[in-house]
């Protein structure tokens, strides 16, 4: 038994490597294109927002916070203005039960965005439908939307400005690849604004 579980995880290990590559060729214009929008948002005075459901919602947190607060300990600037919309527990459980589920994070989205934001919605599967109704949200008031997905990527792929999508349908694979995408995409923008602060 031991045998076939290091055997599983040699091959998890593997795999995650292999997207990571793949990505790494495939992504990177698209990656820089992220940052350039996101760094012209922040310079205009905009915010990044992230949403996403279960381990997508936990990067969502983790995203926004390492902007607000610091992503790197050797890189010291300014809070950057990033917001996850899973964060209110009293705000998603009113709107799930007044509006339902799938538009909850539509319904903050319209009070908290403004043109020239960026929202990043992840979803492994690309069909999540609340993070679909978010990014047909954003694109109604002029918000730029980042896709973190995976799979095939749709329908939410077609709602996105900048499509980073993972070519896998192993959840716990695709999402590994997403907190690297989103790591990448921050560092290279910490970068700029440690360069020229906001």
Same mark, same amino acid.
């Given at each position: 038994?031991?045998?076939?579980?290091?055997?599983?995880? $040699?091959?998890?290990?593997?795999?995650?490597?292999?997207?990571?590559?793949?990505?790494?060729?495939?992504?990177?214009?698209?990656?820089?294109?992220?940052?350039?929008?996101?760094?012209? @948002?922040?310079? $205009?005075?905009?915010?990044?927002?992230?949403?996403?459901?279960?381990?997508?919602?936990?990067?969502?947190?983790?995203?926004?916070?390492?902007?607000?607060?610091?992503?790197?300990? @050797?890189?010291?600037?300014?809070? #950057?203005?990033?917001?996850?919309?899973?964060?209110?527990?009293?705000?998603?459980? !009113?709107?799930?039960?007044?509006?339902?589920? *799938?538009?909850?994070?539509?319904?903050?989205?319209?009070?908290?965005?403004?043109?020239?934001?960026?929202?990043?919605?992840?979803?492994?599967?690309?069909?999540?439908?609340?993070?679909?109704? !978010?990014?047909?949200?954003?694109?109604?008031?002029? #918000?730029?939307?980042?896709?973190?997905?995976?799979?095939?990527?749709?329908? $939410?792929?077609?709602?996105?400005?900048? !499509?980073?999508?993972?070519? *896998?349908?192993?959840?716990?694979?695709?999402?590994?690849?997403?907190? !690297?995408?989103?790591?990448?995409?921050?560092?290279?923008?910490? *970068?700029? #604004?440690?360069?020229?602060?906001?």
């Amino acid at each position: 038994m031991q045998n076939h579980e290091i055997d599983r995880f $040699a091959a998890m290990m593997r795999k995650s490597a292999e997207l990571k590559n793949r990505i790494a060729t495939e992504l990177a214009d698209t990656v820089i294109k992220v940052v350039d929008a996101c760094e012209a @948002s922040l310079r $205009a005075g905009g915010k990044l927002l992230f949403c996403g459901n279960g381990g997508s919602a936990a990067d969502s947190q983790h995203l926004a916070t390492e902007m607000l607060i610091r992503l790197r300990g @050797s890189h010291e600037r300014e809070s #950057i203005a990033a917001l996850a919309l899973t964060l209110d527990p009293a705000m998603l459980t !009113a709107c799930g039960n007044d509006y339902g589920y *799938d538009r909850v994070f539509e319904r903050p989205l319209r009070g908290l965005g403004r043109r020239g934001d960026v929202l990043f919605g992840i979803t492994t599967s690309g069909r999540s439908a609340n993070v679909i109704k !978010a990014l047909e949200a954003a694109r109604d008031m002029g #918000i730029v939307t980042v896709g973190l997905l995976g799979g095939k990527g749709e329908p $939410a792929l077609s709602l996105c400005d900048f !499509a980073l999508l993972v070519p *896998d349908a192993e959840t716990a694979r695709v999402q590994e690849c997403h907190i !690297a995408l989103g790591h990448a995409v921050l560092e290279l923008l910490e *970068d700029r #604004i440690t360069a020229q602060p906001l």
